[in-house]
């Protein structure tokens, strides 16, 4: 049998590959190039998705980005109207805090002014008060010089009288000679010789207890008649110089006419002698007011 006849009473069949030797290159050929073609068609389409995606990621970052970007201004707007409102309101705090400051400063201002005028005027009134207390003292220093000095010329006026009517009672023959129990009389005076240790002070005013004074000496009689009774220890009489230093002054306020002084005497030494004392020698001696003698000599007029 013929294969011929047999393909033909077939019918043709598909062609698998060239029947011919000669063509079998280019089938070969073709078939590379169609295989290469789809190749790079699917290179292409992969690449097209490639760059589609990127590009889909580009947009979605881009768009991402964009509105972060948004939510950025709108935060950072909103941020710089918080902070333009907040540096407003510590502008205006400062404006309000310097006008308290300014205002806190006048007003340091005005009292430190109405303190100085009140240390002005505190010592204007100290000032003005020591000189209504300098005035008071004068006038009570005064006042007292005055009646002290009043006091002692109605007692020199008293004593005047008294030797006035003692001298009248004398001159009608009377004798005033009396004095009080343990009291001693020579010329017309009464002595008390007083004992028991005392300060000058403490012996003026236990004579003025007896309604009489410390002794006042004036003659050489007279001091001879005390020399005899007078404490041998030392005896305080009634002569000082307290008021001014050297200006001796007599209890009786009679002038210093007769003086006993003892040598050197008076010399104001230690702590200060003006305090008139008589030895037992009958010299006098200044010695200092507080200290203690066993002695003090009073008198007193003789009554008739």
């Not at 003006?274 to 000599?297: I, K, P, T």
């Amino acid at each position: 049998m013929n294969p011929h006849s047999q393909d033909e009473g077939r019918g043709p069949g598909p062609k698998v590959g060239p029947q011919d030797p000669a063509e079998f290159p280019k089938f070969s050929r073709r078939r590379r190039c169609r295989g290469q073609g789809v190749q790079l068609m699917l290179v292409g389409l992969a690449t097209i998705l490639l760059w589609a995606g990127l590009l889909t990621l580009l947009l979605f970052w881009h768009w991402d980005t964009v509105q972060n970007l948004k939510q950025l201004e709108v935060t950072a707007a909103r941020n710089v109207s918080r902070v333009a409102k907040d540096l407003e309101r510590h502008n205006g705090d400062q404006m309000a805090q310097k006008a308290q400051d300014s205002q806190v400063s006048q007003n340091m201002e005005e009292i430190q002014a109405e303190q100085k005028r009140m240390k002005a005027r505190d010592s204007e009134l100290s000032r003005s008060l020591d000189g209504l207390r300098s005035d008071l003292s004068n006038l009570k220093s005064l006042s007292l010089n005055e009646r002290h000095t009043a006091l002692h010329s109605l007692e020199r006026l008293q004593e005047e009288v008294v030797k006035l009517w003692i001298e009248l009672h004398t001159s009608n023959g009377s004798l005033c000679n009396t004095c009080p129990e343990n009291w001693v009389n020579f010329q017309r005076k009464c002595y008390y010789f007083g004992e028991g240790p005392k300060k000058w002070i403490q012996a003026r005013f236990a004579c003025s207890k007896l309604q009489g004074r410390l002794v006042s000496i004036h003659s050489q009689e007279e001091q001879d008649f005390l020399a005899r009774h007078a404490n041998r220890k030392g005896t305080w009489i009634g002569l000082r110089d307290l008021d001014r230093e050297g200006e001796f002054i007599w209890m009786d306020q009679g002038p210093l006419n007769y003086s006993n002084w003892r040598p050197g005497e008076p010399n104001n030494g230690g702590q200060g002698e003006d305090c008139v004392m008589m030895q037992g020698s009958g010299e006098w001696n200044d010695a200092f007011c507080g200290s203690r003698l066993d002695g003090w000599v009073c008198d007193r007029l003789a009554t008739c």
